[in-house]
């Protein structure tokens, strides 16, 4: 059986987890809903996925690279509230503590760390899935990376490989930074293509595929003239984008399977932690996995 890395985009898991879920507080009165809500799902993906390998990947709390590209990189976001901060942090603390596979990196987000492990020779011949809520990240899908993306109170969380990407949105994942890149992001506060739809972004991304090697080459051939126009008109801001928005393998990362792998004694280590923490209703379910 082919062995199996999940990559949490922790951020992602424990931001839905602080709204999803109604205020839980300690014994003293520490709001700890979304820790909670966080270590719930990684028993629902150790149940539902059994997977050998599990690596935590975390935002760095501060301004990244994109914010030189782009001042306005996310500036119309709310700020994180002071709970959910103070509980991201608790969270981290906890997984390190306990030895687990975490992951941050100065000056980057979690996508790029999820995307450096991905492309990286360690897990080459490993299924790979990752945990998260940004579609960001569907562009790192191929045949060997899927997407568990994060559900809501109404809908379902739904795995997303390759194909399931080509049926929703009529595009190879490998040109989804240049469908973004079109259509911009204004939850990132990155402005599309003025006139640039989903159905005129798709269109145009099946007839050239990637935009840096369209402008590169100058494959105009490929395109009608007055699709042709759009695009060189808007040529700088569109690279610009692509560049916010393409996930490479910028880090060298030193990857541990030994460090990640999950065990028996990490079957414990949660078990010590949920107890700990106080999260019995989470114990009966832990104890019906096996693990060597």
């Not at 994060?150 to 949105?169: H, Q, R, V, W």
Request: net charge positive.
């Amino acid at each position: 059986m082919e062995k199996r890395i999940v990559i949490f985009d922790s951020n992602a898991v424990l931001y839905r987890s602080f709204f999803a879920l109604p205020e839980l507080t300690t014994k003293e009165g520490e709001k700890i809903q979304a820790v909670y809500g966080f270590f719930r799902f990684c028993l629902k993906i150790l149940k539902e996925l059994k997977p050998h390998f599990l690596i935590f990947c975390f935002d760095f709390p501060a301004k990244t690279f994109r914010h030189e590209k782009l001042k306005e990189y996310k500036s119309t976001r709310e700020k994180i509230p002071p709970d959910l901060k103070s509980q991201i942090e608790k969270t981290k603390k906890i997984l390190l503590e306990n030895s687990f596979f975490v992951l941050e990196k100065e000056g980057f987000e979690a996508d790029d760390l999820i995307a450096s492990i991905v492309k990286s020779e360690t897990v080459k011949n490993l299924e790979k899935i990752i945990v998260t809520k940004d579609r960001d990240l569907f562009q790192l899908i191929d045949e060997k990376t899927k997407v568990y993306f994060l559900g809501t109170k109404s809908k379902d969380s739904i795995l997303f490989d390759k194909e399931k990407i080509e049926k929703e949105y009529g595009i190879e994942p490998l040109f989804f930074a240049d469908f973004k890149s079109l259509m911009g992001d204004p939850s990132d506060n990155i402005k599309g293509v003025e006139k640039i739809g989903k159905k005129t972004a798709v269109h145009l991304i099946k007839k050239i595929g990637s935009l840096e090697e369209f402008f590169k080459n100058e494959d105009f051939w490929k395109l009608e003239e007055k699709e042709r126009s759009i695009l060189f008109k808007n040529k700088d801001l569109i690279l610009k984008n692509l560049s916010l928005v393409k996930l490479e393998p910028l880090l060298k990362i030193d990857l541990s399977l030994k460090e990640s792998e999950i065990n028996s004694t990490k079957i414990e280590t949660f078990k010590n932690i949920f107890i700990k923490l106080g999260f019995k209703s989470l114990l009966k379910d832990l104890d019906s996995l096996h693990y060597p």
